[in-house]
């Protein structure tokens, strides 16, 4: 009898997950450089923040270190840590410690190679405003890669453009702002709060072009940045740097809800493949943010 029971709750929540992937078709995950969690609170950021009401969010979120871009980009999208993927610096360009495992394209497996194995005929696309992406991506395993050469605004209209016309199954923008301001600037100046009222512009350039599509109840959209910032930097370990915000919007995602569990940058790719219903590779130490989920 004790076996039966045990055997049914693993088919209701089977079930359950299963129902609950069915619901999303689409996953667009923005990247936002130098996005310190710190500045959220106090930023003038309605369209994250309508994000964070109607869904589930943490300001604690946290990078990989060093808190630095290619080694926090190339974890957030490979579901492991430099360990495993060998990317180890600001600016990696090739792995500095010998990847654990490639896959057929060259790269640590992501979550462009898990998404083209298991769904072949699934369309992805990448635009990035930082030359940096570039190495980092298995780009014969994505459908469309657009370079932005350091133009925000451009990078926004193109990935709004590309999810009305081609509505694709995953879409990651990265977007170079406001690292660029940290690092010119500074963090935690006005300048900085000033130019995330313009990132968060950009965002909702692309909830609307969401809508646009008519993608809007089939689509879970993901908001996190690669590294924090203090002063005109970043790479050590004060949590400015290190804490990061991590926004999931959509179909079965909580509401209003603050997550609790612990979320490293790795988690990302884990969460996005739970989504969309693929198995992960034994090489990624990510796991979903089941936290963020209604049960």
Known sequence: MKTSMIALCILCLT????AQVKKVKHVVLIGCDGF?????PDAKMPNLKKLME???WTLKARSVLPSSSAVNWASMLMGAGPTEHGYTEWGS????IPSAVTTKYGLFPSIFSVIRDQKPSAKTAVVYSWGGIGPLIEKDAINIVVPGKDKDDFCADTAASIIRKEKPYFTFLHLDEPDHTGHGIGHRTPAYYKELENVDLRIGKILQAIKDAGIEKETIVI???????????????SLDEVLIPWVINGPGVKSNHEIKDVII????????????????PQSWRGKAVADSFIN
Do not use: M, R
Request: aromatic residues 6%; glycine residues 20%; proline residues 2%.
């Open 15 to 18: 079930l359950q997950l299963n």
């Open 36 to 40: 310190g969690a710190y500045a959220v």
């Open 54 to 56: 109607t869904g589930s």
């Open 93 to 96: 360009a090739t792995p500095e």
């Open 223 to 237: 908001l996190s940045a690669d590294h924090g910032g203090t002063g005109k930097g970043h790479g050590g370990k």
């Open 265 to 280: 940058t790795y988690d990302t790719a884990a969460t996005i493949a739970w989504i969309l219903g693929l198995k992960t």
